[in-house]
């Protein structure tokens, strides 16, 4: 049972433009949502968090939105630059519990 | 500050042998929790220790254990090694208070022959 889905394996967009990632969720117990980006061979390093008491939280390029009704979380990345070529992950946790789910990937590759 | 430290970073070992992976989480972090990524598989959790007691497990068999020490290190054990068992292995750590980031370090590549 997949509680947290990213139904778009790859992603391509220009350059400069946005890039607009979508996360699922079908666990309503979930209460904090984060974006991971990851390289190959590499661990995971940090973007942007959200928490279930929130819709929105920007941080610089990067603004993650939560729709709690929908169970649907977005990642945007204004303007999109070639280093951020990379497989993004949405992960989620449970309330008290460090014990994230993560989300299949997304490839984004940013052309020039 | 310096970020999550894991040792080794690359592995091989053969079917029925035995592994254990070493992760020194952020100074000040006391929980620190183990993932494992497959192709198939994706990201998966495995097990979370805080305060040297395991606090949550994942759904991996018994051959996968593991504990933390005083320190707040963590180390991690596979025993009987199987063909399957070939991933990226990953530790994260927090302070371990709700709503906190998970801090991932660079992982440990196994290889099983």
Not at chain 1, 11 to 32: A, H, K, P
Not at chain 1, 91 to 105: H, S, Y
Request: aromatic content about 12%.
């Amino acid at each position: 049972d997949q509680q947290v889905k990213q139904n778009s394996p790859s992603l391509s967009v220009q350059e400069g433009r946005i890039s607009i990632l979508n996360c699922d969720y079908t666990n309503s117990m979930f209460d904090y949502f984060l974006w991971y980006k990851k390289y190959p061979a590499e661990g995971p390093t940090f973007l942007i968090s959200i928490s279930s008491i929130k819709d929105k939280n920007e941080d610089g390029r990067f603004t993650v939105f939560l729709n709690k009704s929908a169970k649907h979380l977005s990642l945007h990345i204004v303007p999109s630059q070639p280093g951020d070529s990379a497989v993004y992950f949405c992960a989620a946790n449970f309330p008290g519990a460090q014990k994230l789910v993560f989300g299949q990937g997304t490839r984004l590759t940013i052309n020039p | 500050k310096a970020g999550v430290t894991q040792t080794p970073r690359y592995l091989i070992k053969t079917r029925g042998q035995q592994v254990t992976l070493s992760c020194s989480p952020i100074s000040g972090h006391r929980s620190v929790s183990w993932y494992q990524q497959t192709p198939g598989q994706g990201l998966q959790f495995l097990f979370e220790y805080f305060s040297e007691t395991q606090r949550n497990k994942g759904n991996f068999p018994g051959r996968f254990s593991g504990r933390q020490f005083s320190n707040s290190r963590s180390e991690m054990n596979v025993s009987t090694l199987e063909l399957g068992d070939s991933a990226l292995y990953l530790c994260a750590s927090t302070r371990g208070t709700e709503g906190e980031t998970q801090y991932f370090g660079p992982g440990t590549r196994l290889l099983v022959l």
